[in-house]
């Protein structure tokens, strides 16, 4: 594996993971064209751990101050002071967080066949539709109303709302940043704590991914080239801090728009092609 490809996919994860896009969208049309590279689960799991650590450094006030909340809860709760009107925005970010991923993990239980479906059939026409979903969310999130709403005003309900957003997104072509920033502007929240929100949401869904990836990789054989980790690692983590960052300027200038006009025409592109194919005009023109 040479250090030129590294860099490559340490670029390609840190910006997808990110941007409202869909990484996972992107990967299906990749291999629906060409034969993707099978790369080692371990590099897989450290491109991640990558973009997770760019997170961390992006909100790293947020994150750390949820972490502080997190041990602060116990002791209340311990002590009897535990009081839910009286939580400060890092703890209640930190609880609408569990309760949002919490929603996630009955679908992956009971309805990952048909989340996975698309993946496994390699149908483009229905990616290129779930492209077009994400577009028409991104020209939503443009054109909400600006809320006010921080951390402290979430309540359970909004929490819900962004998670079925998020559960959406395990189908791919729909973005997962997209929907979640949709889901905080439609609750009334602000943009920075929409934003926020959805990057918190993306730590336990990274971390999960991870986990998973890593119970698989340990069932093999692992070769160990640290050279190559080290670079992929760094890389996805300064693409994946850069990434958000620009999501951060698109949000409060309202640019979500751009990305909406992407994934339209990519969606479109790939409803045409799909059409194609399962019309055989593809074969008859000679042009696959």
Not at 69 to 77: G, Q, S, V
Not at 155 to 174: E, H, Y
Not at 177 to 193: A, D, E, H, P, V
């Amino acid at each position: 594996m040479d250090y030129l490809y590294i860099i490559f996919k340490a670029v390609v994860q840190g910006i997808t993971e990110f941007l409202p896009v869909s990484s996972s969208g992107h990967l299906l049309v990749f291999g629906h064209f060409f034969e993707p590279r099978e790369d080692s689960l371990l590099l897989i799991i450290v491109l991640h751990l990558g973009t997770l650590v760019a997170v961390f450094i992006a909100f790293r006030d947020i994150v750390f101050g949820m972490i502080k909340e997190f041990f602060l809860t116990i002791a209340d709760i311990f002590t009897g002071k535990f009081k839910w009107s009286k939580m400060n925005d890092n703890r209640k970010m930190l609880f609408m967080t569990i309760i949002a991923t919490s929603l996630l993990l009955p679908v992956y239980l009971f309805a990952k066949d048909y989340v996975t479906a698309p993946v496994k059939s390699g149908d483009i026409i229905f990616t290129g539709s779930a492209f077009i979903f994400t577009a028409i969310l991104l020209f939503i999130s443009d054109a909400c109303v600006k809320g006010i709403k921080t951390g402290k005003n979430m309540k359970i309900t909004d929490a819900v709302t962004i998670g079925l957003f998020q559960c959406v997104a395990l189908f791919p072509g729909v973005s997962r940043s997209g929907s979640t920033i949709t889901g905080g502007l439609l609750c009334g929240f602000s943009k920075q704590t929409a934003v926020a929100f959805s990057f918190m949401l993306s730590i336990p869904a990274i971390l999960g991914g991870g986990l998973l990836e890593m119970r698989e990789a340990f069932q093999g054989d692992i070769v160990l080239n640290y050279p190559e980790l080290l670079i992929g690692f760094v890389v996805s983590a300064a693409v994946g801090f850069l990434a958000i960052k620009l999501v951060k300027i698109i949000a409060q200038k309202e640019k979500f728009k751009i990305f909406g006009i992407y994934t339209a025409i990519l969606g479109m592109l790939c409803i045409a092609w799909g059409i194609l194919e399962n019309m055989d005009l593809v074969t008859f023109f000679n042009i696959n």
